[in-house]
């Protein structure tokens, strides 16, 4: 992966990085069925992934950050996720969230990271009964938001909505002692995330920490006048959607990793010798490996496209949300192959393969990489028909 | 159980179905435990297959930890009744639950001084609160692994969290250390190999309760994104579509799976065609759950509720898909050993 060669002499390395992802992994592999237990992440994990640095990739440079290029994380989730795929998600996809906030006013980033740059920062995007109404000096907030992954152990967190009769969305940044959490996370995979349902009423968020869905995305936001790197100051919706490869990846992988040690082992029906089970495993393996060489390939073109600066062609957009969708289905009938063959150890609680596998259903659900929606909509600009994703709408 | 049994199992079935989501959050009823005993659903033995398949489809509709505790308890006196019949006697004769457990982490039996001791554990066993007696299965005597039959007071049960579904029966650990087993209170081994399992029923009920769940919810649902009615997506109805052929195929090829059971003409093929079943079902449930997004990963969703429970039937042994299809493979290709060469 270039990503990885790019980062200009940058202390710690990316690989440093994931060499120190790697090295927490038998830990995170022996807490996962606790943290599925407890539906959130332990909070020594949490501290494990500050002390190895795995949340500081996207902070800025000027704040004590790492600040490094797009395709870190992902790298970083892709690993994590061999061990605990929860974990990998609040690493991968919650860490990236400081790239956001590295895009607001640098007002806004002083107000998260003054005190620590150790934080997570989660984010509320299904919104439930929200109003937003313009007060002085800011806005009055109120509403509950769902899916709000690390919740558990988040300073602040991102929410979106609309200003009240303006269809346009921005994202409200909220500290810690202004929203509550609902206890209503009970899924069948992903549990540890803890993507519990937050909550504000009649809070007050000052202008500096809102920030335009529209100057987010742009080229140049608020926190480009401060921060320099590519995720801070390029079009964001060149990266859409791809951190959330990372975690899928690892996550397979984690599952053909399971299914090869059950393999080793002479599992019932699971023999090194039979014809079968060679075939299958081969099958799975070539199909995760070819959903990891795409994502990698997708990133790649994402990262040089915000390193040059050019205007990626409609036609290359559309692939590329058809890639990443396609990548995590390859994954999803790679890892599917090898559970369907299982008998008892696909569902009992004491074979991790189980819990991968939950979990990498689990992940597949999120919209970034839901098939219907990005396969219709993809197929529909490519015939120039207005689409649910905004940058398949531009020439 | 006899014809009016299974029909028995169609009448509780209504019944279950109201009680299917607290069964699986707080445990499985003790009248409803009582409710399958009086319907003769644990004496399965005598009975023919399709009769055995029908009843556990029935319960399986609706709610997976009936279909369980009929399809455990009829496998429990079928199997006391070839270890003695003192045994089968000891465990109520099917008037009452006897549960099994499998797949042990380590299980001997050790004889000394006259004696036969037994130690083991095994990590997941349901039904514990309703029997009085397990089969324990896996228990290596000598060169051999037999079974073992025990009073659980013997044993030590301990918590176990299950996340794989059919959570109503309460899975549980349990633990036998240095347990006198009396000579007649062992059997052989439980078979788990490749045959026809009348818990195919159970599996078809369990997809088309998925179904039938998934179909409800659907002519109800409201896109998170968007708020548009979701039974108005063409891909929507499309995919309900296919999972409707693939359940008629199940139900076609089950019909004629149960008409050769019964007439003790079951082959190659249709030890095949069980295992295809099993997969084609699977994939009409696939199907359907995935289509409901990140509300099919909600545990209080009943159609999540139905494929939990769904997924643990089809993992039963007995449908093990390479066995199955390359026995099928012999048969026609005439050879006659399941060596392999690749």
């Known amino acids: 992966m270039t990503i990885l060669a790019t980062q200009r002499g940058a202390s710690p390395s990316p690989l440093d990085l994931i060499a120190a992802a790697e090295a927490l992994g038998p830990k995170l592999r022996a807490r996962a069925a606790e943290t599925e237990a407890r539906r959130s992440l332990p909070r020594e994990t949490i501290d494990d992934l500050f002390a190895a640095g795995l949340m500081r990739y996207f902070v800025p440079r000027r704040l004590g950050g790492y600040e490094m290029d797009w395709g870190v994380q992902i790298q970083i989730g892709r690993t994590l996720a061999r061990y605990c795929a929860s974990t990998s998600w609040i690493a991968c996809v919650v860490g990236s969230h400081s790239a956001y906030v590295a895009r607001m006013s640098p007002e806004a980033q002083d107000d998260v990271w003054k005190d620590s740059i150790d934080v997570v920062i989660s984010t509320g995007s299904v919104m439930r009964n929200v109003s937003v109404a313009e007060a002085k000096g800011g806005y009055i907030l109120n509403g509950r938001w769902s899916f709000s992954s690390g919740v558990d152990h988040a300073s602040w967190v991102l929410m979106r909505a609309s200003i009240t009769n303006d269809h346009r969305q921005s994202y409200f940044l909220v500290p810690r002692s202004e929203f509550t959490i609902e206890d209503d996370w009970y899924v069948s995979g992903m549990s540890g995330t803890g993507s519990k349902t937050v909550g504000v009423k009649d809070t007050f968020v000052p202008a500096y920490r809102v920030i335009s869905m529209t100057q987010m995305m742009a080229p140049n936001p608020p926190g480009a006048a401060v921060n320099d790197s590519v995720v801070s100051s390029a079009s964001f919706r060149l990266f859409a959607g791809s951190a959330l490869l990372g975690p899928i990846w690892g996550g397979a992988e984690a599952v053909l990793n399971e299914y090869r040690a059950l393999m080793a082992q002479g599992a019932a029906g699971q023999d090194v010798e039979d014809p079968q089970c060679l075939l299958r495993i081969a099958e799975a393996a070539a199909e995760i490996a070819t959903a990891g060489r795409l994502a990698e390939g997708l990133i790649d073109r994402q990262v040089q496209a915000a390193l040059s600066a050019v205007k990626v062609p409609k036609a290359e957009r559309i692939s590329n949300v058809f890639e990443r969708t396609y990548s995590a289905r390859l994954c999803v009938n790679g890892a599917s192959r090898l559970v369907n063959s299982l008998d008892t150890a696909a569902i009992s609680s004491d074979a991790p393969i189980q819990r991968y596998y939950r979990d990498l259903l689990g992940m597949v659900q999120q919209i970034g990489v839901n098939w219907d929606r990005n396969m219709i909509n993809g197929a529909k600009a490519m015939f120039d028909l207005p689409t649910d994703i905004p940058d398949l709408n531009a020439d | ?342």
């Open chain 2, 1 to 342: 159980m006899t014809n009016t049994a299974a029909q028995n199992a169609a009448g509780l079935a209504e019944a279950f179905a109201k009680s299917a989501a607290t069964t699986d959050r707080s445990g499985y009823p003790a009248e409803q435990a009582a409710q399958l005993a009086q319907a003769g659903l644990f004496k399965t033995h005598a009975a023919p297959f399709s009769v055995q398949a029908e009843g556990l489809r029935a319960l399986g509709q609706v709610c997976g930890a009936s279909a369980w505790f009929a399809a455990t308890g009829g496998a429990a006196v079928a199997h006391a009744a070839k270890t003695s019949a003192e045994a089968l006697a000891e465990i109520g004769a099917g008037d009452r639950f006897c549960t099994i457990a499998s797949a042990p982490q380590s299980a001997t039996l050790t004889r000394s001084g006259g004696g036969i001791r037994l130690d083991g554990v095994w990590p997941s066993v349901g039904g514990l609160d309703h029997a009085e007696w397990v089969i324990l299965d896996g228990v290596r005597d000598g060169d051999q692994i037999v079974s073992v039959i025990a009073p659980i007071s013997a044993l030590k049960a301990s918590d176990f969290l299950y996340f794989g579904g059919v959570r109503g029966v309460k899975w549980r650990k349990l633990e036998a250390s240095a347990i006198e087993i009396p000579p007649h209170r062992i059997g052989a081994k439980l078979d788990a190999s490749a045959r026809l399992d009348p818990l195919i029923g159970a599996v078809l009920g369990g997809a088309e309760g998925v179904y039938t769940l998934y179909t409800t919810a659907t002519k109800a649902r409201i896109s998170g994104v968007g708020g548009h009615a979701v039974a108005r997506f063409t891909q929507v109805q499309a995919r309900l579509a296919e999972s409707h052929a693939d359940l008629k195929v199940c139900r076609a090829l089950y019909a004629a799976l149960l008409s050769a059971a019964d007439a003790g003409e079951a082959d190659a093929e249709t030890q095949r065609d069980q295992a295809y079943i099993v997969r084609t079902a699977m994939a009409a449930a696939n199907r359907l759950l995935s289509q409901m997004g990140a509300m099919g990963l909600s545990e209080t969703n009943p159609v999540q509720r139905q494929y939990r429970d769904l997924r643990v039937f089809a993992s039963a042994p007995s449908f093990n898909w390479d066995a199955s299809f390359a026995a099928f493979g012999r048969a026609v290709l005439g050879v006659e050993d399941a060596s392999r060469a690749a």
